[in-house]
């Protein structure tokens, strides 16, 4: 049997020498596992999916009614307002299933990032396993808020600008540590409240990067706007398979950066620079600050 014989020697001068090296590196190397994580997660938020195509179908339908002058104002407000109570409910039951897939992504994007040996199933496996509990109760309470947020927008206040604040805090606070603390979980054995403490923290170091990454995911609700829905489900679908695993992996590298600055280098110096091999020069980090971080 032939075999590909590099077409050049390995040198240590090949290996990532920064984060961005590695996001690079990864998709190169590995995008594989990363599309296959991404088609898991999918078919996890299918029901999700359905949901949410349903509530924009059904709305739309309604909005017609009122256009034609079939029903009221009233009746309109009325029956949409079920309508969301009764959608956003079931997004927020079924989060619980894409939890599952989000935790085997999770740990997936961490072996690849850290440049540990990964097999596929037995990781991804054992990421639902090791990190649900944490990661089920963090999704839930994320689209709990959501669905606030996202009721509080339908609701006219006396003042249209109150409707925007939940959903601005969704988007600008909550989106930020929920991130963090999915980074967390496949990092350190803490509970939630102490998790979700350092987050806050790492976020208020870290807030114009924080808002970036959360209006990059902003920037997709703009599908809505799509009137097609073949083609808004295609694009949603690619979304979830392609891009979100990128997006992740980018989200991870960053969030390892800011562990590092503020955590590892204080209280796990074995994992400063996981995964990168620094070249000569490059100014180590030092101990900065106590935050506790371990349960008793």
């Given amino acids: 049997m032939k075999r590909k014989v590099a077409s050049k020697d390995f040198n240590m001068s090949d290996l990532p020498s920064n984060r961005k090296e590695v996001f690079f590196d990864c998709i190169k190397n590995r995008f594989r596992y990363l599309f296959y994580s991404g088609l898991l997660l999918f078919v996890a938020v299918i029901p999700i999916i359905i949901i949410y195509f349903l509530k924009s179908v059904n ?3 309604l909005f017609g009614e009122l256009n034609e002058g079939n029903i009221s104002s009233e009746e309109y407000r009325s029956i949409s307002f079920t309508y969301l ?3 956003d409910g079931i997004i927020v039951l079924s989060s619980f299933i894409a939890s599952l897939s989000i935790c085997g ?4 994007v961490r072996q690849i990032a850290w440049e540990e040996p990964l097999f596929f199933i ?3 496996t054992d990421g639902i396993k090791m990190n649900y509990k944490h990661i089920s ?3 839930f309470v994320f689209s709990l808020i959501y669905m606030i947020s996202d009721i509080s927008l339908f609701i006219q206040m006396r003042f249209a600008i109150l409707s925007y604040i939940p959903f601005g805090i969704f988007f600008l606070v909550v989106l930020p540590i929920t991130l963090y603390n999915l980074s967390q979980t496949n990092i350190y054995i803490m509970s939630n409240i102490k998790m979700t403490k350092n987050s806050a923290l790492f976020y208020l ?3 114009p990067v924080c808002v970036l990454f959360s209006l990059v995911i902003l920037m997709f609700s703009l599908i809505d706007f799509i009137p097609n829905i073949a083609i808004k489900l295609l694009i949603f ?17 960053y969030s390892s950066s800011i562990f590092d600055k503020y955590l590892n280098i204080n209280f796990y110096p074995e994992i400063v620079d996981k995964g990168i ?3 000569e020069g490059y100014k180590k980090l030092e101990p900065t600050i106590n935050l506790e971080n371990k349960d008793e």
Avoid: C, E, H, N
Wanted: no cysteine; proline share 3%; hydrophobic share 65%.
């Fill in 277 to 279: 091999v620094r070249k």
């Fill in 237 to 253: 679908a690619l979304l979830i398979m392609l891009f979100f695993p990128l997006y992740y992996l980018a989200w991870f590298l």
């Fill in 137 to 139: 109760i963090q999704l």
């Fill in 105 to 108: 992504l999770t740990r997936v």
């Fill in 122 to 124: 037995k990781d991804f």
């Fill in 85 to 87: 109570l009764i959608y």
């Fill in 59 to 61: 709305l739309g339908a």
């Fill in 205 to 207: 170091k870290s807030v």
